[in-house]
């Protein structure tokens, strides 16, 4: 048994389905199926369709698909008009990003492409509305827009992006088959906020512990610098020095710096340094310095 079926070939539009058994007679070990295409007057790209056997009777099936293809006669595709895809516009979340797909030059026929969008850093049904179909220009339209709606949501996020991508045109060739739609948070005058605080005083030798907290948990992390600096302790002989950055997980609200004081042999006075906290990342800064005390 064969049959035709449709890829970017529509039967009726572009070939004549056909369907039926095909016999073998003895000794004989090839034959051949005939497929009508039908002729029109619209500039078209290659289109495909396909010859499907199946139901072998007195053999088995080693490959059971054919592919028939079509070229247009009405014109070069070198000639067709070429669509592209802009980026859209930065939208905040909860809009509307629209991208906004061009013909080169206005035709006579319809113009049809496939589009779809995918993720990139913003995640589908999370950040924006999944979406797909099929985009129409008609006679003489040069543009028409994709609209994607995004999601407003209550977590603090850096700016999020996706793509559209176009496919499969019809009429039509491609130029620029993807546009990337970018998302900005809300949410920025929600960001909690940092404060490290003083540490209990300790006695030279031990390790004084700043703490440092967020004022209400994150759904992304948060990170923070961090660097000590001289009072009249002085770091190398009273404390050892450091910096680094400080991250707080999602979720977390308390993190502890430690530094190092040294213990030596002179009586001195209670000896202070400190701490200061900058360039935080999803966090403001409410109080960025703690006071450190060496006692003797």
């Given amino acids: 048994m064969f049959a035709t079926a449709d890829g970017t070939a529509a039967s009726g539009a572009d070939y004549t389905g056909a369907s ?22 619209v500039e078209e790209p290659e289109e495909q369709f396909t010859i499907t056997l199946s139901d072998p009777t007195g053999a088995t099936l080693e490959d059971a698909i054919g592919t028939g293809t079509i070229r247009d006669d009405d014109g070069d595709t070198g000639d067709f008009p070429t669509l592209s895809i802009a980026d859209a516009p930065l939208v905040v979340e909860g809009g509307t990003a629209e991208f906004l797909v061009t013909l080169s030059a206005a035709v006579e026929h319809v113009v049809t492409v496939a ?18 179909g ?25 700016t999020e992006d996706f793509t559209v991508t176009l496919s499969g045109p019809a009429g039509a060739t491609l130029a620029d088959a993807a546009g990337r739609g970018t998302i900005t948070d809300d949410d920025e005058g929600k960001l909690p906020a940092l404060a490290i605080g003083d540490a209990p005083p300790v006695t030279e030798g031990e390790s004084a512990r700043f703490p440092v907290t967020l004022s209400a948990p994150s759904e992304q992390a948060v990170t923070v610098a961090f660097t000590t600096a001289d009072g009249t302790a002085a770091a190398g002989s009273d404390y050892v020095a450091a910096d680094g950055t400080l991250t707080f997980e999602p979720g977390t609200t308390r993190r502890t710096i430690e530094v190092v004081t040294r ?5 001195e006075s209670d000896e202070g340094f400190s701490v200061t906290l900058s360039e935080p990342t999803g966090a403001g800064l409410e ?10």
């Fill in 20 to 41: 039926g058994t095909l016999t073998f007679e003895p000794g004989t070990m090839r034959r051949t199926i005939g497929v009508a295409t039908l002729d029109d007057t």
């Fill in 115 to 132: 589009y779809a969008t995918a993720d990139g850093t913003a995640k589908a049904s999370l950040d924006y509305a999944s979406t797909a």
């Fill in 134 to 158: 099929t985009l129409r220009l008609e006679p003489g339209d040069t543009a028409r827009a994709i609209r994607v709606p995004t999601l407003d949501d209550e977590s603090l996020e850096q």
């Fill in 263 to 267: 213990q030596d042999e002179l009586v």
């Fill in 287 to 296: 109080d960025d310095t703690g006071m450190g005390t060496i006692l003797d």
